[in-house]
């Protein structure tokens, strides 16, 4: 993983200093709220409906033992104990001190990590695909271009005050695992003809009050033109975005009212001025940056399939666990393993510190010190032996975190909702918790098969409901939460955005709906193999409304 340089040093610790001054000046009365809030969202604070949160940057979801370690600290002195994994890839600690947050970023500083741009109308946190650099699909490890993109990002004096918050993912593997295609930028590492590394670019993707799937304006653009081609698209959506209404203030609103082949023009035009200039990335500053993402010797380890024969023989449960959490590596002797942070009836994402503890132990000692953020909420071990499966698997059951549901229908992701966020119209965390508990059965989760649960408890869409299997968004309703639920959305190389089924549901209603809705499904499968999203959209949406409804006229 990248390492810090002196600049990079001596940046993060000036930058805690100022933010220390900033909050004794507001403790004492000096700064008024107003002042002090957009130097707190520069620094990742928020105030939410209780207390502040401190959203922590995890740069494309790469972490090292040492600093998730320091991340169990920061939840065990700071705050409650325990901390939130986002769909951003990032953490959020929701209950600290406000005089305490100083602190906290000193910590964070000594390993090599902070909050800056995690809020604000900014580019945000680069996402990735959560297996690069192990994934047997894969092209180009992305994390590279996503760094190089970080440091070009990080306090960029004309793109610090955008009219919006701005985000980029990039995958570097055939199957899009960074959903891409609901971001402002989404890059697709390639390659061309003659074999050379580029990228296909797709602009204007997000989901929030309006859902749009980003469209492809460039099938190949050379790796040397990255950030030449990066900033003429952002420097276009600065220069014409709209600032009147935040409601339309993002790129993809920009990119539907210009229209896409007229945006194109301009972006290519602007391109067309930066390419030959000092933006243009020289090959062996590529591949500095590369070296630092180099994969981990991985020695033979042969022994782990006879192994694994055995145990998966011996236990039904570690055999169900292999079988759904871990996936297959570039090297067949080792297996990315995704630890769930979804055990049934728990709050999705959410990690105490003693469990964030033992994973970096787990990973230390067995998965090469490095531990990866999903944008699904959960983390990975890219790098472990089959040979090594059983005993990573024993230490996350003693941690309640070895459960055998990545993708199945209980592996939902939630946002905080109303528990948390004075955004949110509704609570997400208590009805992920009912859902789980309803199909938490492994036997039935295995004869469902993959279905993506996705809730959010407003319209910002932060649990990603659009592009869920099934979607479901909390609103208010003549002062009671309801929930509307979208059916047919997915966030991979395959991107939709769900329909509308129909009116929403109370809450003690919901969990009954979703029965209906996989009991429909079950029932017109063409067999096992065909999934959830599959059937779906093989028959449409009349079936699951009839089960739900009855009739037309009962679902408006």
């Given at each position: 993983?990248?390492r810090?340089?002196?600049?990079?040093h001596?940046?993060?610790?000036e930058?805690?200093?100022q933010?220390?001054?900033?909050?004794?000046?507001?403790?004492s009365?000096e700064?008024?709220?107003?002042?002090?809030?957009?130097?707190r969202?520069?620094n990742?604070?928020?105030?939410q409906?209780?207390a502040?949160?401190?959203r922590?940057?995890?740069?494309?979801g790469t972490?090292?033992?040492?600093?998730l370690?320091?991340?169990?600290?920061?939840?065990?002195?700071?705050?409650?104990?325990y901390?939130?994994f986002t769909t951003?890839q990032?953490?959020?600690?929701?209950w600290?001190?406000l005089s305490?947050?100083?602190?906290?970023l000193a910590d964070?500083?000594s390993?090599?990590?902070?909050?800056?741009q995690?809020s604000g109308?900014?580019?945000?946190?680069?996402?990735?695909?959560?297996?690069?650099g192990?994934a047997?699909?894969?092209i180009?490890?992305p994390r590279?271009?996503a760094?190089?993109?970080?440091?070009?990002s990080?306090?960029?004096p004309?793109?610090s005050?955008l009219p919006?918050?701005f985000?980029?993912a990039?995958?570097?593997a055939?199957r899009?695992?960074?959903?891409?295609?609901?971001h402002?930028i989404?890059?697709?590492?390639?390659?061309?003809?003659?074999g050379e590394?580029?990228f296909?670019?797709?602009?204007?993707?997000?989901?929030g009050?309006t859902?749009?799937?980003?469209k492809?304006?460039?099938?190949?653009l050379?790796?040397?033109?990255?950030l030449?081609y990066?900033?003429?698209?952002?420097?276009v959506?600065?220069?014409?975005?709209?600032?009147?209404?935040k409601?339309?203030a993002?790129?993809?609103?920009?990119?539907?009212?210009t229209?896409?082949?007229?945006?194109?023009?301009?972006?290519?035009?602007?391109f067309a001025?930066?390419?030959d200039?000092e933006?243009k990335?020289p090959?062996k500053?590529?591949q500095?940056?590369?070296a630092?993402?180099?994969?981990?010797?991985?020695?033979?380890?042969?022994?782990?399939w006879e192994?694994?024969?055995?145990?998966?023989k011996?236990d039904s449960g570690?055999?169900?666990w292999v079988q759904?959490?871990v996936?297959?590596h570039?090297n067949p002797d080792?297996?990315?393993v995704t630890?769930?942070?979804k055990?049934?009836g728990?709050?999705p994402?959410?990690?105490?510190?003693?469990?964030?503890?033992?994973?970096a132990?787990l990973?230390?000692?067995?998965?090469f010190?490095e531990?990866?953020v999903?944008?699904?909420?959960?983390?990975?071990?890219?790098?472990?032996?089959?040979?090594?499966?059983?005993?990573v698997?024993?230490g996350?059951?003693?941690?309640?975190?070895?459960?055998?549901?990545?993708g199945?229908i209980?592996?939902?992701?939630?946002?905080?909702g109303?528990?948390?966020?004075?955004l949110a119209?509704a609570r997400?965390?208590?009805?992920?918790?009912?859902?789980?508990?309803?199909?938490?059965?492994?036997?039935?989760?295995?004869?469902i098969?993959?279905?993506?649960?996705?809730i959010?408890?407003?319209?910002?869409?932060?649990?990603?409901?659009?592009?869920?299997?099934?979607?479901?968004?909390g609103?208010?309703?003549?002062?009671a939460?309801?929930y509307?639920?979208?059916l047919?959305?997915?966030?991979d190389e395959?991107?939709?955005i769900?329909?509308?089924?129909?009116?929403?549901?109370?809450?003690d209603r919901v969990?009954?709906?979703?029965?209906?809705?996989?009991?429909?499904y079950?029932?017109?499968r063409?067999?096992?193999?065909?999934?959830?999203l599959a059937?779906?959209?093989r028959?449409?949406?009349?079936?699951?409304k009839t089960?739900?409804?009855?009739?037309?006229a009962?679902?408006?």
């Amino acid at each position: 993983m990248y390492r810090y340089d002196e600049f990079d040093h001596a940046f993060v610790t000036e930058r805690v200093e100022q933010f220390r001054d900033q909050v004794q000046r507001r403790l004492s009365g000096e700064l008024a709220e107003d002042a002090f809030k957009p130097l707190r969202l520069m620094n990742g604070v928020y105030l939410q409906l209780h207390a502040y949160m401190l959203r922590i940057a995890i740069p494309y979801g790469t972490l090292s033992s040492r600093q998730l370690r320091m991340l169990a600290h920061i939840a065990r002195t700071y705050d409650r104990g325990y901390g939130h994994f986002t769909t951003r890839q990032n953490l959020q600690f929701n209950w600290p001190k406000l005089s305490d947050i100083p602190d906290a970023l000193a910590d964070l500083a000594s390993v090599e990590m902070h909050a800056l741009q995690t809020s604000g109308n900014c580019i945000r946190n680069v996402t990735a695909d959560h297996f690069a650099g192990a994934a047997a699909d894969e092209i180009a490890d992305p994390r590279p271009y996503a760094e190089i993109l970080r440091q070009w990002s990080s306090v960029h004096p004309e793109f610090s005050f955008l009219p919006r918050k701005f985000k980029i993912a990039v995958t570097g593997a055939e199957r899009d695992r960074a959903a891409i295609q609901v971001h402002d930028i989404g890059l697709h590492v390639k390659t061309n003809d003659k074999g050379e590394i580029g990228f296909a670019v797709y602009v204007g993707g997000g989901q929030g009050r309006t859902p749009m799937i980003a469209k492809l304006i460039r099938d190949f653009l050379p790796e040397e033109d990255l950030l030449s081609y990066t900033t003429a698209i952002v420097r276009v959506y600065n220069l014409h975005g709209r600032r009147d209404n935040k409601y339309k203030a993002r790129i993809k609103i920009l990119v539907h009212e210009t229209g896409t082949e007229e945006l194109t023009r301009q972006v290519e035009a602007e391109f067309a001025a930066l390419k030959d200039s000092e933006l243009k990335l020289p090959e062996k500053d590529v591949q500095s940056i590369a070296a630092y993402f180099a994969p981990p010797d991985l020695p033979e380890r042969a022994e782990g399939w006879e192994n694994l024969a055995r145990w998966k023989k011996a236990d039904s449960g570690f055999s169900r666990w292999v079988q759904q959490n871990v996936q297959p590596h570039k090297n067949p002797d080792y297996g990315m393993v995704t630890i769930s942070l979804k055990p049934i009836g728990g709050i999705p994402g959410d990690a105490s510190d003693a469990q964030m503890d033992a994973i970096a132990d787990l990973a230390e000692e067995y998965a090469f010190d490095e531990i990866r953020v999903s944008h699904e909420q959960n983390l990975i071990l890219p790098h472990v032996a089959l040979a090594d499966l059983e005993a990573v698997y024993r230490g996350l059951v003693a941690i309640n975190l070895a459960e055998a549901n990545a993708g199945l229908i209980t592996d939902i992701i939630a946002c905080p909702g109303l528990d948390y966020c004075a955004l949110a119209n509704a609570r997400s965390i208590p009805l992920a918790q009912e859902i789980s508990r309803r199909f938490g059965d492994a036997e039935r989760q295995a004869e469902i098969g993959e279905l993506k649960i996705k809730i959010s408890g407003c319209i910002n869409a932060c649990g990603h409901h659009h592009v869920g299997h099934i979607g479901l968004l909390g609103v208010e309703k003549k002062g009671a939460e309801l929930y509307q639920i979208t059916l047919g959305g997915s966030g991979d190389e395959h991107t939709s955005i769900g329909e509308i089924i129909g009116r929403g549901f109370e809450p003690d209603r919901v969990t009954d709906a979703i029965e209906t809705i996989v009991d429909t499904y079950l029932g017109l499968r063409l067999d096992q193999s065909e999934n959830f999203l599959a059937a779906y959209r093989r028959v449409g949406p009349q079936p699951f409304k009839t089960a739900l409804y009855g009739s037309a006229a009962e679902a408006a």
